[in-house]
């Protein structure tokens, strides 16, 4: 995180971070928090994952449509990173990447500053090939 903010300072736009909002999230919290960061006008949102409960491939769909309505009515663009929660198998994989509209890993651009997303959903370790997305990103 701390390279992120770093960047951000060199660029000159400033960005808000969301953390993770599972664990018995508290009703009205995780919306609380989108409306402070809506008020401050950020460039854009990072979200570093556990978006959803999960661990249901079969609820995890209806999961995300019911959080979605947050942050698209603040109208910011949003660079989601996946936690164990968003995925744990392929289904969660394919659904993630549908409802975020990013893949797994994905590297972007911002006023001269670079972004790198990898996944260790999965797994506390980053795998040898996300090790080698980094590089080639």
């Given at each position: 995180?701390?390279a992120?903010?770093?960047l951000?300072?060199?660029?000159?736009?400033?960005?808000a971070?969301?953390?993770?909002?599972t664990?018995?999230a508290?009703?009205?919290?995780?919306?609380?928090v989108w409306?402070?960061?809506?008020?401050?006008?950020?460039?854009?949102?990072?979200?570093?994952g556990?978006?959803?409960?999960?661990?249901?491939?079969?609820?995890?769909?209806?999961?995300?449509?019911?959080?979605?309505?947050?942050?698209?009515?603040?109208a910011?663009?949003?660079?989601?990173?996946?936690?164990?929660?968003?995925v744990?198998?392929?289904?969660?994989?394919?659904?993630?990447?549908k409802?975020?509209?990013?893949?797994?890993?994905?590297?972007f651009d911002?006023q001269?500053?670079?972004f790198?997303?990898?996944?260790?959903?999965r797994?506390e370790?980053?795998?040898?090939?996300?090790?080698?997305?980094?590089?080639?990103?």
């Amino acid at each position: 995180m701390l390279a992120l903010i770093l960047l951000a300072l060199a660029a000159n736009f400033q960005f808000a971070i969301v953390g993770d909002r599972t664990g018995e999230a508290v009703p009205g919290v995780y919306e609380r928090v989108w409306r402070d960061i809506e008020a401050e006008r950020p460039a854009f949102v990072v979200s570093v994952g556990d978006t959803i409960q999960g661990g249901n491939d079969f609820t995890a769909e209806r999961e995300w449509r019911e959080i979605r309505p947050v942050w698209k009515r603040a109208a910011l663009p949003v660079f989601f990173a996946a936690g164990n929660h968003d995925v744990w198998s392929d289904a969660s994989a394919r659904v993630y990447e549908k409802e975020t509209g990013r893949p797994l890993s994905y590297g972007f651009d911002w006023q001269g500053a670079h972004f790198t997303v990898l996944d260790n959903s999965r797994t506390e370790e980053l795998s040898a090939d996300q090790l080698a997305f980094l590089e080639r990103d």
